[in-house]
């Protein structure tokens, strides 16, 4: 099961909105609606930021959204802050023999 | 609240094998699974498997199959992660996460172990 692809890095100056794309097949990302975002910062865990495409947990920053469009899920960050700088990793259920699969991870930059 | 405390950072030779707990608390611990997650230094992080607290079910990373080995205590509300034949590669910061079933989102994380496989 190979790894889900991410864009290397984004970056965006405070304010603006980024999204980062998620690209799968259709026996993960586009086969199910079992896909999740975490952010994590250096040195921490990770922390769920968006679950089954398109939830937010609760208290979770409403600037936080995503979406999916076949086989590619997308989180959208708006109203950039300096806080948001970190890596971001997407997770999608497979069917696959390895159940999960996570994303290559992007670093995002707060210009 | 819950939360998820993990075992100390261990050092280890090729061939042998670590055992990392992480104890939960806050929630009822047999209605939720726990899923293990590792991160190599500087890399992306990589799913290795889950077990079901409830009554013990796993599902293994194909790669690691044979070589790790989930449990958990319900007397302690301690899920364990045991990972054989460390190699240097298996270096890692090891996490346990909470999900509900394997399908479900990683909701509550521990604050990792290091694992140093080193001759």
């Known amino acids: 099961q190979s790894a889900l692809t991410q864009p290397a890095s984004v970056s965006g100056s405070p304010g603006q909105s980024i999204t980062i794309s998620c690209t799968g097949t259709s026996s993960d990302v586009g086969g199910y609606n079992y896909v999740s975002w975490y952010q994590q910062h250096p040195g921490k865990a990770p922390k769920l930021m968006i679950y089954?495409?398109?939830n937010r947990p609760s208290g979770v920053s409403n600037r936080f959204s995503g979406s999916k469009s076949g086989n590619t899920a997308s989180l959208t960050i708006s109203g950039l802050q300096a806080e948001d700088e970190a890596d971001y990793y997407c997770s999608s259920y497979t069917s696959s023999s390895t159940l999960r699969v996570f994303g290559t991870g992007t670093k995002v930059t707060v210009l | 609240q819950v939360q998820l405390v993990q075992s100390g950072a261990e050092v280890k030779k090729p061939g042998a094998s670590v055992k990392v707990s992480c104890k939960a608390s806050?929630?009822?611990?047999?209605?939720?699974?726990i899923s293990w997650v590792r991160q190599a230094p500087g890399q992306g992080l990589e799913w290795m498997g889950w077990i079901s607290a409830y009554n013990g079910n796993t599902n293994y990373a194909q790669k690691l199959q044979g070589r790790v080995t989930m449990t958990t205590d319900t007397s302690t509300s301690t899920a364990y992660m045991e990972l054989r034949s460390l190699r240097s590669d298996d270096t890692a910061v090891y996490y346990c996460a909470r999900n509900y079933y394997d399908s479900s989102p990683f909701d509550y994380w521990g604050q990792g172990t290091l694992v140093t496989v080193s001759s």
């Open positions: 089954e495409v398109s």
């Open positions: 806050g929630y009822t611990f047999t209605s939720y699974g």
